[in-house]
């Protein structure tokens, strides 16, 4: 699973004016996931938008939908937003008390399940459900706004979510999201991750689609 290198462009940066031409722009790319972020104002101090813009990024999309759900109580809006057309649904770890049922109802609804972690979630707090996760994902920044400086005791963090996959045979990947551009990307992908999101980065290229094939192969 090292060697799996993607990248998942964020739609929070996008021109909502002009949606489906960028969605249509990360079909044409070397993007290979589109990620959604669904914010509430309550779990992050930001709204982003539900499920009308999932639902238009699903029509127009040749791509799997990556969601994050940086939602207090997300167990309640799972299957809507799999229905909605989610390939993959991760949850925030601290927003989830009963986080082994809410994985349980994410794969049951056919999607990949994912784990997000905030900056101060040390990763030994996935120990007891990294064998059940298809994906890990390390914010690497505090979660709510695009555009933020990247947190480099990120790097720390990929090793251990690397050294627990392996030390527990679990097959999840490693998703890095938040401030992630060519300085850090090449980084990341040495350091054992898989996935990286990139949303102000992309968008702000004056070739998003070039940047996305940069990011790649960085
Ligand atoms: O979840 C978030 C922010 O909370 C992200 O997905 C951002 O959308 C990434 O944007 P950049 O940091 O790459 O601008």
Known sequence: MTNTRLISPSILSADFGNLQRDIEMLNQSEADWIHVDIMDGQFVPN???????????????????DVHLMIVEPDRYLKRFADAGA???T????????????VQVIKESGCRAGVAINPHSPVSLLED??????????????????GQKFIENTYKKVADARNLIEKRNSK???????????????KLFSAGANVLVAGSSVFAASSPSQMISSLKHA
Do not use: W, Y
Not at 91 to 102: D, F, G, M, S
Not at 129 to 146: A, H
């Open 47 to 65: 709204i982003s938008f539900g499920f009308p813009v999932a639902e238009v990024a699903k029509k127009h999309a040749t791509k799997p939908l």
């Open 172 to 186: 999840a990947l490693i998703e890095i999201d938040g401030g992630v551009d060519m300085n850090n990307a090449g």
């Open 91 to 102: 949850v925030q770890l601290e927003a989830c008390p009963n986080l082994h049922r809410t």
């Open 87 to 89: 390939s993959g649904l």
């Open 129 to 146: 459900i990294i064998t059940e996760l298809d994906l890990v994902l390390v914010m690497s920044v505090n979660p709510g706004f695009g």
